[in-house]
């Protein structure tokens, strides 16, 4: 690894599955990232190591459903503060808050527990991928709604050309990704 990128080191164990879940799709697959020990720990570090400058250090660390789960608690781990899960509508036990927003076919809901986060904390805000953007968006008002400041969505992958990215971007959310696939 010492002559290639972390980043080229990470894709090179990104399977890509053809035509799941439709055809035409080309699925971009990070389990065999978290399956070799010595991969996951790369890709943990990648996102630890940013984090740790105090001027991007967060509050707290918000996982978006359900593989921002994994980075997200280990990253948070990682740094020593909390994290806090965004879950789709219905999973959460306590008094929640809600965004709805648009899939390409339909809609979806996620939900925060009202005392996830306080008016004030910083909070990065991480998935595995970042599509259409809709999810990290949708997160990202819920994480508001609560007085919360995102200063940072994360993902390992980005396709940009779904468009996500650039919406984010666009709408004044910092972002970092580690691998760019163009195409579906």
Same mark, same amino acid.
Request: aromatic share 8%.
């Given at each position: /690894?010492?002559?290639?990128?972390?980043?080229?080191?990470?894709?090179?164990?990104?399977?890509?599955?053809? &035509?799941? $879940?439709? $055809?035409?799709?080309?699925?971009?697959?990070?389990? $065999?990232?978290?399956? &070799?020990?010595?991969?996951?720990?790369?890709?943990?570090?990648?996102?630890?190591?940013?984090? /740790?400058?105090?001027?991007?250090?967060? &509050?707290?660390?918000? @996982?978006?459903?359900?593989? @921002?789960?994994? =980075?997200?608690?280990?990253?948070?781990?990682?740094?020593?503060? @909390?994290?806090?899960?965004?879950?789709?509508?219905?999973? =959460?036990?306590?008094?929640?808050?809600?965004?709805?927003?648009?899939?390409?076919?339909?809609?979806?809901?996620?939900?925060?527990?009202?005392?996830?986060?306080?008016?004030?904390?910083?909070?990065?805000?991480?998935?595995?991928?970042?599509?259409?953007?809709?999810?990290? /968006?949708?997160?990202?008002?819920? !994480?508001?709604?609560?007085?919360?400041?995102?200063?940072?969505?994360?993902?390992?992958?980005?396709?940009?050309?779904?468009? #996500? %990215?650039?919406?984010? %971007?666009? %709408?004044? !959310?910092?972002?970092?990704? =580690?691998? &760019?696939?163009? #195409?579906?």
């Amino acid at each position: /690894m010492h002559s290639q990128s972390i980043n080229d080191y990470l894709r090179e164990h990104i399977r890509t599955v053809p &035509d799941w $879940p439709a $055809p035409g799709v080309q699925f971009r697959d990070i389990t $065999p990232l978290l399956q &070799d020990p010595k991969v996951f720990r790369v890709l943990i570090d990648a996102f630890v190591h940013r984090y /740790m400058d105090k001027a991007l250090r967060p &509050d707290i660390v918000a @996982g978006l459903d359900a593989r @921002g789960f994994i =980075l997200g608690a280990v990253v948070a781990y990682e740094l020593n503060v @909390g994290f806090v899960p965004i879950r789709k509508k219905g999973k =959460l036990p306590f008094t929640t808050v809600e965004e709805t927003y648009e899939l390409e076919y339909g809609s979806a809901t996620v939900e925060l527990h009202t005392d996830a986060v306080k008016a004030g904390d910083r909070v990065l805000l991480i998935d595995d991928l970042i599509a259409t953007g809709g999810t990290m /968006m949708a997160g990202r008002r819920l !994480l508001e709604k609560l007085g919360a400041t995102v200063t940072e969505g994360a993902a390992i992958v980005d396709l940009p050309e779904l468009g #996500g %990215s650039r919406k984010l %971007s666009d %709408s004044g !959310l910092p972002l970092f990704t =580690l691998v &760019d696939f163009e #195409g579906h």
